[in-house]
């Protein structure tokens, strides 16, 4: 027992003599090995959340964990993250400089996808699209399933999709061989997408040159399912026109004109029915069309008929109205509406264009002293004035009258030349001799007004009263459409715009207009114009989604040029012509 005591006591003492600094070293080292395992912990948990890409719960564990920030793991793992937060703040340049200060080799295998996703993605809204798909494409490596490749592939294709037309054939040049394959999908694509058979047949083609590539199936069946959506065309159009009433004969040429197209068209379409739509009953019509089975909606042709039925549409199908109005704001967002015309907005914005780059600053402007003539003047001053030119006069005449004399001098300011003489010889009580003169301080002018015979009597009186010299601009309403040398003789030299189904001598040969001279004597009708609308409407249903989607698309018409601008206004491109010997002649 003696022995059994003087052993643990001995023990005791041993103990006791243990230096401070071995024990103050063995719990460094013990709190070191847990410091390393929470870091362990905590990067898996971080490592987690970037691969389900969770970026912002990834940033989160780092700033309220406690790392040693001079490991390279943990740096380069910050600066990523860093650089993912830098884009979504659209701080492209700040994401890309800390992504170019990583190696590669510094990268965790948990980060390497992440990384050259935030750097493709970096690229693209950098504008670099080459380098953007060459990150993305990297990533394929690195996935390990069919899912993610697949998944990757359409992160991918997304990128390409971007690139605009314009560059994808000189990156095709300049791509790495592992990319040209996809851009050559995408030029496919581009070229084919509104014409399904094409499609498939290029795509048939490409996959034969490209087999076991990333895009089969995933993306090369969505890209002719797609197609088919984009290129379908409606089984049943409802055709809105008011047929009775003051616009009966506008619309029976609309109608004429749109069946003609519906005719000659020798793909396959559907059943057209035609419904008398005016203002007053154009809700109950649009709703019968439904009932009927339409899945299409042309018209309605009046304005005030076209604001009812957008105020209580829902949107569910395609209408294309043959008017414009001011959308509001809440029927924007609804891409199934669009609008078409014979808009005097458009022959507005060109004529002052032409006359503005033709060299003229300073206009006149006269037109009837009609709402329609007021806004007329409205628009022209708009954009002539955005455009840098000033308006000196603006005089109006009544459609209701033949003295065109009265405001073509007040116009000139000759009236009140006229006045000054008047005065000074009643003054004086002497006769003097007074030789009237028109202002000299404009140089070209724009007249327009509703009713063609009206011009025939104005440019007279405009060159009569000493403003021969003077270049005048006018919109299509100068023209009747139908060509009278006689009656048109003194409208020589004046510049205006039209539609290419008026001026265009080798649409006046064209089949359709053969056979709407044959069955309607389409070329005599003042209704000509109306003929070109209805084929453009008709014709333009296939074509709206391309001219929706496809940036700077046109679709060349009867009626113009065809575009699609905001809140799906349909534009037209007009021609621009002169009178020579009482003939308007093509000048473009």
Request: proline share 3%; charged share 30%; glycine share 4%.
């Amino acid at each position: 027992m003696r022995l059994l005591i003087f052993l643990l006591t001995l023990l005791t003492l041993i103990s006791g003599c243990i230096p401070t600094s071995t024990r103050e070293a063995d719990e460094t080292i013990n709190a070191k090995i847990q410091q390393k395992e929470e870091n362990a912990r905590l990067l898996r948990a971080i490592d987690a959340h970037v691969g389900s890409r969770e970026y912002s719960k990834a940033r989160e564990i780092f700033e309220n964990g406690s790392f040693n920030q001079e490991e390279i793991e943990i740096e380069s793992r910050i600066k990523i993250l860093n650089a993912q937060l830098e884009l979504e703040s659209g701080k492209t340049e700040e994401a890309l400089n800390l992504l170019r200060k990583i190696a590669e080799d510094q990268i965790p295998f948990t980060f390497i996808i992440a990384y050259h996703e935030i750097l493709a993605r970096a690229n693209l809204e950098n504008g670099n699209y080459l380098k953007a798909a060459i990150e993305q494409l990297k990533v394929t490596k690195y996935s390990n399933s069919p899912d993610s490749l697949e998944n990757n592939s359409l992160r991918l294709w997304k990128i390409i999709e971007l690139i605009p037309d314009e560059k994808l054939e000189s990156l095709r040049t300049d791509a790495p061989e592992l990319l040209k394959s996809w851009i050559e999908l995408a030029i496919i694509n581009k070229r084919y997408k509104y014409e399904t058979q094409k499609l498939k047949d290029a795509v048939y083609g490409w996959t034969q040159l490209n087999e076991d590539h990333y895009a089969q199936l995933s993306i090369t069946e969505k890209l002719i399912q797609d197609s088919f959506e984009l290129a379908k065309r409606p089984k049943k159009i409802a055709l809105l026109l008011p047929l009775t009433g003051k616009l009966k004969n506008p619309s029976i040429a609309v109608r004429d004109g749109f069946l003609a197209a519906w005719y000659l068209d020798k793909k396959k379409k559907g059943e057209v029915e035609i419904y008398d739509a005016n203002s007053l009953n154009i809700i109950e019509v649009y709703q019968q069309a439904l009932d009927d089975g339409a899945d299409y909606i042309v018209g309605p042709l009046e304005k005030e008929a076209t604001n009812h039925l957008y105020e209580n549409t829902d949107g569910s199908i395609k209408i294309l109205t043959l008017t414009r109005r001011n959308i509001e704001k809440e029927m924007r967002e609804n891409k199934n509406l669009f609008q078409f015309g014979l808009i005097a907005e458009d022959e507005i914005e060109q004529i002052t264009k032409i006359a503005f780059n033709d060299g003229h600053k300073r206009a006149l402007v006269l037109t009837p002293d009609t709402p329609w003539g007021i806004l007329l003047a409205e628009m022209f001053k708009e954009n002539w004035e955005k455009l840098g030119g000033e308006i000196n006069e603006h005089s109006s005449y009544s459609d209701n009258t033949d003295d065109f004399s009265s405001p073509v001098k007040k116009l000139l300011n000759i009236d009140l030349s006229e006045q000054r003489a008047k005065h000074l010889r009643n003054k004086l009580k002497i006769k003097i001799h007074n030789e009237v003169r028109r202002r000299q301080d404009s140089d070209c002018i724009f007249t327009a007004g509703n009713i063609a015979k009206n011009a025939r009597q104005l440019i007279p009186q405009i060159r009569f009263h000493h403003a021969d010299n003077l270049p005048i601009y006018s919109t299509s309403h100068i023209f009747t459409g139908v060509a009278d040398s006689e009656k048109d003789i003194d409208l020589n030299g004046v510049t205006f715009v039209d539609i290419p189904w008026i001026l265009d001598t080798k649409r006046q040969l064209s089949i359709i207009q053969d056979q709407l001279n044959k069955n309607w004597s389409q070329e005599k009708s003042k209704y000509r114009r109306f003929y070109a609308l209805g084929i453009d409407a008709y014709r333009i249903i296939p074509e709206l989604n391309r001219l929706a989607n496809e940036k700077n698309s046109i679709m060349t018409g009867e009626t113009g040029d065809l575009s699609i601008v905001s809140d799906n206004i349909i534009k037209r491109n007009l021609r621009k012509a002169k009178f020579l010997e009482g003939k308007p002649v093509l000048l473009n």
